[in-house]
């Protein structure tokens, strides 16, 4: 077979400009982030009334609360008034919510309290913080900016019928988080999470715990799911590591009922903030949780490592994409969905 012969048959990956461009950046805001089911946070996090956080996403202020009648609420954290961001602080409990530029008070719900030097609380659109579509399933809380947007159980039909095996999840409590600046794109955090042909160079410890021989990627319609069992040859259920669509990542390890989500949520074309937190029954953790956290935690900051190395050669001029090996197929997929939401 000739040089030439066998160039055609290479499937290439998305240009390398696509990790570095302020443009498609911020094209894919609104074309995916806008539109798209996205972890916010869990339902621990907002168990009393007046409990609220807030968490951005691509470039979009929220609040999550639930008020006195036990709901939850989502809202853009931004003064109707003047457009001036409301709460600053990452969490906390509050009766009311106040615009510290002119006073302006919102209830638990986002709805209107007291607008100074105006007669009514009747002010049309402006009567409300806007609100945002909000669902809870397994206690995980997710947003989406598109109102339009069909459910989450609609989006996500076979992943639900998978998570619903794990009849634990709904009684674990987030325990710890941690948040991290990645000098990456969202896409290459994403793309070292779906393939594990690196594994056995830069995970030492992960490919000496699960069988790599027979490690699978399964693909579906906005998810996947990676698992393989120990190398010890134990008959515990299998670790199960889901991606899903556009930038939420899943784990459930062998043991104690357990979980870790990832948000990869983008700054800048080159740059993403990574949220990883625990979930356990108790938040008196066991000498066995705590080395499972130490574990996650070794695998992560050697994949950090790699992604900001792969970062910088995005924007050189040696290549301008990659191609996919036999077995990226997992990758390839995720390609495929960045291409459709992005027509």
Same mark, same amino acid.
């Given at each position: 077979? /000739?040089?030439? *012969?066998?160039?055609? %048959? @290479? #499937?290439?990956? &998305? ?135 069909? /459910?989450?159980? *609609?989006?996500?039909? %076979? @992943? #639900?019928?998978? &998570? ?111 949220i990883y937190t625990y979930y ?43 191609v996919y090996s036999p077995s ?16």
């Open positions: 077979m /000739s040089t030439k *012969e066998h160039t055609k %048959e @290479l #499937v290439y990956t &998305l240009p390398y400009n696509h990790y570095v461009d302020a443009n498609i950046f911020e094209e894919e805001g609104k074309k995916i982030f806008f539109k798209s089911w996205i972890l916010a946070g869990h339902t621990s996090q907002v168990e009393k009334e007046g409990d609220f956080f807030t968490f951005d996403v691509a470039g979009q202020p929220l609040i999550i609360s639930r008020n006195k009648d036990g709901q939850l609420h989502a809202f853009y954290n931004i003064c109707p008034h003047r457009g001036t961001k409301v709460e600053r602080s990452e969490e906390g409990n509050k009766k009311v919510f106040m615009c510290s530029y002119h006073g302006w008070t919102f209830h638990l719900d986002g709805k209107l309290n007291k607008a100074p030097n105006f007669e009514t609380t009747e002010l049309g659109a402006h009567s409300c913080m806007t609100q945002v579509k909000l669902e809870v399933y397994q206690s995980l809380i997710f947003i989406n900016l598109d109102s339009e947007a069909p /459910s989450f159980r *609609e989006s996500y039909t %076979e @992943l #639900v019928e998978s &998570l619903d095996r794990y009849t634990f999840l709904p009684s674990l409590k987030k325990v710890r988080t941690r948040k991290r600046i990645i000098q990456a794109n969202w896409k290459a955090v994403v793309d070292n999470y779906l393939e594990c042909d690196h594994c056995r160079i830069a995970h030492p410890a992960f490919s000496k715990t699960f069988d790599m021989k027979n490690y699978h990627i399964d693909l579906h319609d906005n998810y996947t799911c990676q698992y393989s069992g120990l190398v010890n040859g134990s008959t515990e259920e299998p670790a199960r590591f889901f991606w899903t669509w556009p930038n939420m990542m899943m784990s459930i390890y062998p043991g104690t009922g357990n979980m870790t989500t990832s948000q990869i949520l983008p700054i800048a074309p080159d740059q993403s903030l990574a356990f029954p108790s938040d008196q953790l066991s000498e066995e949780e705590e080395e499972l956290i130490k574990f996650v935690d070794q695998v992560r900051e050697e994949d950090f490592e790699l992604v900001e190395l792969l970062q910088t050669g995005f924007d050189t001029q040696a290549f301008t994409r990659g990226e197929h997992g990758l390839h997929h995720f390609h495929k969905r960045v291409k459709e939401a992005m027509k």
